[in-house]
């Protein structure tokens, strides 16, 4: 069984550290923005257990002209459940929230061996890769709500 409800940042650190930081320090999992009162995290529950987390905050990028954009952090779902389609359910989840909020824009910063499970959602890539210090390579991505 899968359900995706909402949880707390905190709730977001064990898998943050053990998907996103492994081997960094558990304070390494605490993202600027995680308590703004528009964040909110999600965590999808197989079997009752969490398996997989994404975050949304209400955040312009500089880049991008639209009016209301939403950024999505700290997407991670656990190694043993990844290709089973979680972070695609995630995804949608993360979206049906924002475009209801009436977001005109969703963007992110996507590691580079993340890519093509974004493009195969509809995100595009805005301009080359650029490195995150202590994290890796990266494309800033979007998706419009015009474009669905």
């Excluded at 899968?2 to 558990?26: C, D, F, N, S, Y």
């Excluded at 997407?75 to 979680?86: I, P, R, S, T, Y």
Aim: proline share 5%; hydrophobic share 40%.
């Amino acid at each position: 069984m899968i359900e995706i409800r909402q949880i707390t940042a905190l709730e977001t650190h064990p898998i943050r550290q053990e998907v996103l930081r492994k081997g960094k320090p558990p304070e390494s999992c605490q993202f600027d923005g995680d308590d703004f009162p528009t964040t909110v995290h999600l965590g999808l529950y197989h079997n009752q257990e969490l398996a997989g987390i994404v975050t949304l905050l209400e955040n312009s990028h500089p880049d991008f002209f639209t009016a209301k954009q939403f950024q999505l952090r700290g997407m991670a779902v656990l190694e043993q459940c990844q290709n089973g389609g979680f972070g695609a359910l995630l995804l949608k989840a993360a979206e049906d929230f924002a475009w209801g909020q009436d977001a005109n824009r969703i963007w992110f910063n996507a590691r580079v061996t993340a890519v093509g499970f974004y493009e195969k959602a509809g995100y595009k890539k805005n301009g080359p890769p650029f490195e995150i210090s202590n994290v890796g390579p990266h494309y800033l991505m979007y998706k419009d709500m015009s474009g669905l």
